[in-house]
């Protein structure tokens, strides 16, 4: 079975501080890796994915992903949060043995203007 | 175009009742998920359907919750004898060609189910 661990449950930052939130998963074979956002009031949708090629993924809004294989993680980055970024972020795995996706715990972000 | 779509959005019920949640996914989509979001378990997988194949039902927490989906496109999450642990947001979300586990799903904006 596969899981997905995020560490940090609740960031708080100030605008234009850097961000990084991190994604280890466990799983023994080939992995696709997800970053979802959930904006307040929104539905979740996908910030960026990862299933093969470039380690280091980038995805809309300025973010982007780093795919360490050796380290089992997927952390998300971004140079300079913006207040808009406050939202509840997930990594997820899916395998392609199955396609449902495996979510971590979340992380809620809140970026002080 | 249109989104993944749910309904009702919001359902109050009583304890040992049954509800029914309706999903219509994008169209043209083949594959259907549903998941729920609690405060204690956080996301967790359901169920899921592809195409005319069986659905996975690997994640049904219990044999109250069942679900099918109609001319592969609308589905129906069902919940018998409702009880309090089962209040959570409930998801659903589809992805086109084939499910294969590198496309990205869509959600809906949810049902938030609560048992009394």
């Known amino acids: 079975a596969q899981s997905v661990s995020q560490h940090n449950h609740h960031v708080i930052l100030s605008e234009a501080a850097s961000l990084e939130l991190g994604c280890n998963y466990s799983?023994?074979?080939?992995?696709?890796l997800f970053w979802y956002v959930q904006y307040p009031g929104q539905h979740l949708q996908l910030l960026l994915k990862?299933?093969?090629?470039?380690?280091l993924v980038k995805g809309i809004k300025g973010f982007e992903a780093e795919f360490i294989k050796s380290k089992f993680s997927f952390n998300l980055r971004k140079p300079s949060v913006q207040w808009s970024d406050t939202a509840e972020y997930f990594c997820?795995?899916?395998?392609?043995?199955?396609?449902?996706?495996?979510f971590g715990g979340g992380t809620r972000l809140m970026v002080k203007p | 175009g249109a989104g993944v779509s749910q309904s009702p959005s919001n359902k109050v019920t009583e304890k040992g009742k049954d509800v029914e949640l309706r999903c219509d996914p994008i169209?043209?989509?083949?594959?259907l998920y549903w998941y729920r979001q609690s405060l204690g378990q956080g996301l967790e997988f359901l169920i899921y359907?592809?195409?005319?194949?069986?659905p996975d039902k690997s994640g049904l927490p219990s044999d109250r919750f069942s679900a099918e989906r109609t001319g592969g496109s609308v589905s129906t999450l069902t919940i018998q004898r409702t009880q309090q642990e089962d209040s959570a947001v409930y998801l659903c979300?589809?992805?086109?060609?084939w499910g294969r586990g590198t496309d990205t799903q869509y959600f809906g904006p949810g049902t938030r189910l609560t048992v009394l």
């Open positions: 359907f592809q195409g005319n194949s069986a």
């Open positions: 169209s043209g989509h083949t594959a």
């Open positions: 997820a795995v899916s395998n392609n043995a199955g396609n449902m996706l495996t």
């Open positions: 979300a589809s992805s086109s060609s």
């Open positions: 990862y299933f093969s090629g470039d380690p």
């Open positions: 799983y023994g074979g080939t992995v696709n």
